[in-house]
C-alpha cells in the first residue's frame, strides 16, 4: 500500500468516523463534574456510567461499550463489502440478446452503461464515485464513502437500528450528568465537555433517526431512494402508476432481509407483466 492510499477518502472517512466514536465513549465513560474539593458537595450529579464504575457495577457500562463496538464493526462491514457490483465481464451478444428476450418484456429493454459498458439488469445503476454499476442500487453514502446496494443494504439498516440505540442511549448517559447552574464560567469549565457532547449526540440522534425511518418506509414497499427519488426519470418506473417489485409487506420484507423469495427482479418484472396481462374472471 503506497503512502498515497492512506490519504484516500475511505480511509479519512472510517478514521474519523472511528476516532469520533471512541472519543465520544471516553467522554462519557471518564467525565466527571465533581467538584476536586472533598468537603465541598457536588453541585450537580456525575454521569450514570461514572456512578456505576465507583459503585462497581459494570454490567451496564460492558453492555454500552459492547453495543458501541458492534456498532463500529457493522459501520466498517457495510462500509467495506461489495455492495453488488454488476459483473464487468463481457458476454456474447446472442446470450445478452437471449437474456434480453427471455425475461424483460420487451417494452423494458436492458441497457448498456454508458460509462462502464456493462449491461444493467433492472434496478441497477452506475454510480460515479465507485465508477461501477450496482445492482438494486439505493445510494451513495458519503459518511461510508461506499454504495448502499443489494448487497449491504440489509445490513446497512442492521447498523442505522443499532447505531440509534446507542446514540439515544449515549444521549441519556450525557444528560444524567447535566445540569445548569450558576456562575456560568464554572459550569461551562466543568461541564462544557460534556454538553458539547449531548448537543452531537442529539444531532446524530436525530439524523440516524430519519434515515431508519425512511429506509424502513423504503423496505416495506420494496423499492430503493434512487428509484424513490427518480421514479419520473426511470423508464420502468414512468410507465406504470405503481410499483412493479411490491409484493406485499410480508413478502417485501422476507426477500429484503432474508433473500426469499429468491430471483432476479427480471423475473419479477415478467410476472407482474403476465398477472396484469391475465383476463379476469
Not at 456474447?92 to 440478446?97: A, G
Amino acid at each position: 500500500m503506497t503512502p498515497w492510499a492512506l490519504l484516500s477518502p475511505g480511509v479519512l472517512v472510517r478514521t474519523g468516523h472511528t476516532v469520533l466514536t471512541w472519543g465520544i465513549t471516553l467522554v462519557l465513560f471518564l467525565h466527571d463534574t465533581g467538584e476536586p474539593d472533598p468537603k465541598r458537595p457536588r453541585t450537580h450529579p456525575i454521569p450514570q456510567l461514572r456512578q456505576w464504575e465507583e459503585q462497581g457495577e459494570l454490567l451496564l457500562p460492558l453492555t454500552f461499550l459492547l453495543l458501541v463496538l458492534g456498532s463500529l464493526l457493522l459501520y466498517l462491514a457495510v462500509s467495506l463489502m461489495d455492495p453488488g457490483y454488476v459483473n464487468a465481464q463481457p458476454q456474447p451478444q446472442e446470450e445478452l440478446k437471449e437474456e434480453q428476450t427471455a425475461m424483460v418484456p420487451p417494452a423494458i429493454p436492458l441497457r448498456r452503461c454508458r460509462y462502464c459498458l456493462v449491461l444493467q439488469p433492472l434496478r441497477a445503476r452506475h454510480c460515479h464515485e465507485c465508477r461501477r454499476c450496482v445492482r438494486r442500487y439505493d445510494h451513495h453514502c458519503p459518511w461510508m464513502e461506499n454504495c448502499v446496494g443489494e448487497r449491504n443494504h440489509p445490513l446497512f439498516v442492521v447498523y442505522l437500528a443499532l447505531q440509534l440505540v446507542v446514540l439515544l442511549w449515549g444521549l441519556y448517559l450525557a444528560w444524567s450528568g447535566l445540569q445548569f447552574f450558576q456562575p456560568w464560567g464554572l459550569w461551562l469549565r466543568s461541564s462544557g465537555l460534556l454538553f458539547a457532547t449531548f448537543l452531537l449526540l442529539s444531532l446524530l440522534s436525530l439524523v440516524a433517526s430519519l434515515l431508519l425511518a425512511s429506509h424502513l418506509y423504503l423496505v416495506a414497499s420494496n423499492t430503493t431512494t434512487w428509484e424513490f427519488i427518480s421514479s419520473h426519470r426511470i423508464a420502468y418506473l414512468r410507465q406504470r402508476p405503481g410499483n412493479p417489485f411490491d409484493r406485499g409487506l410480508t413478502r417485501n420484507l422476507a426477500h429484503f432481509f432474508c433473500g426469499w423469495p429468491s430471483g432476479s427482479w427480471e423475473t419479477l418484472w415478467a410476472e407482474e407483466e403476465e398477472e396484469g396481462s391475465s383476463p379476469a374472471v
